[in-house]
Structures are given as C-alpha cells and as structure tokens.
C-alpha cells in the first residue's frame, strides 16, 4: 500500500506574513493556488510584449467602465490568490487586492503554462464564480475564450483566432483586435 504523504495547506494570511518575514523574497515569482505555494514561470519577451498589448490597447478604449490591473493578485479565497496577467476591476474600485465579486475579467498569458492554465486556474476562477476568463494562447497563435457561468463551470468556451476581434456582451465597450494582441 502506497504511503500517504501529508502536505500543509498555507491560508493567505500566511501566505503574506512569509513575504513580510523575508521567507519569500520580494522578486519571488509565487502566487498561492489551493493552500500552495507555486513558483510562476519567467516572464519571456514574447508573454511581456503581449501582456503590454493588453494594457495598451485596454487602456485605450474610450469610456471603459474597468480599471486595469497588470500581474497584481486577486483573493478567490483564504486559500488562494493567483497572480493573472491583467484583471479587470469596475473603475470605481480603488480597495487593494480585488476578490471574486469585483472582477470583471481575467487574461492570462500562456507560452509554456497553457495546460495548468486550463486545468488549474480555469477551474479555481470558475469555483470563485469570475464571470470571464481569456487565455491568450501564444503558441497555437489564439485566445481561448470561457463564459456563461453555471454552476461553478463555464458552459461555453470559444476560440478567437488572428483576423477576428475578442468581444464581451458583459462589457459591451470590450472590442480587442486579435492582431493587435498577439502582434
């Protein structure tokens, strides 16, 4: 019989209290996800210049209703908070770390991480009832798109492709050009 290995399970409060004892070192690239502490991966030039995109061509939507959040934490539970590439909050909200009931959007950039993007954190937004979620996938050259929350899961999930334009009935201002995001 296999021995069962216990492991402990890290709450956000100490999660926190490690970055102010110096135990996580302040360039740590570690986001908590479910109780551990996970080692992100280095942010290449690729991943950087798409993440900037974002930001630009977001940031330069006239009379967007959303504040922009570049690589900032969000608090899903006293359990996890990851690390998205760009969060979307309404733009009234100035409180610091956002929890499930203010995003508005979630984009991750994934190079080499598309599979626990999808596996991992897809599920850990939906559970935290966050109503959008885009992976921008680099490699494939695409944006996977999940919406229509129900029940904890996405019920639709669609690809945006070079040529087309990423869109949200929920945040009707929302029009991105593929072509500009991946440029």
């Given amino acids: 019989m296999a021995e069962q290995m216990q492991q402990y399970r890290?709450?956000?409060?100490e999660y926190h209290r490690m970055g102010e004892a110096g135990i996580l070192g302040g360039d740590s690239r570690v986001e908590l996800i479910g109780g551990q502490i996970i080692v992100m991966s280095p942010i290449g030039e690729p991943h950087a210049r798409c993440v900037n995109n974002y930001n630009e061509e977001l940031m330069s939507i006239p009379g967007r209703s959303w504040r922009v959040a570049v690589q900032n934490p969000i608090r899903l539970s006293d359990e996890s908070e990851p690390v998205p590439d760009i969060t979307l909050v309404p733009r009234d909200y100035t409180?610091?770390?956002p929890t499930s009931e203010h995003i508005l959007l979630v984009i991750e950039v994934?190079?080499?991480t598309l599979t626990s993007d999808r596996r991992v954190k897809v599920p850990l937004y939906a559970a935290a009832g966050i109503p959008k979620v885009w992976i921008t996938d680099l490699k494939g050259g695409r944006v996977i798109c999940f919406s229509e929350l129900r029940d904890g899961q996405y019920q639709l999930v669609t690809h945006v492709?070079?040529?087309?334009?990423?869109s949200s009935r929920y945040l009707p201002a929302l029009t991105l050009s593929v072509d500009a995001i991946l440029a």
């Fill in 110 to 112: 994934s190079d080499s």
């Fill in 161 to 166: 492709r070079p040529g087309e334009i990423l």
């Fill in 95 to 97: 409180v610091g770390v």
């Fill in 10 to 13: 890290f709450t956000v409060e």
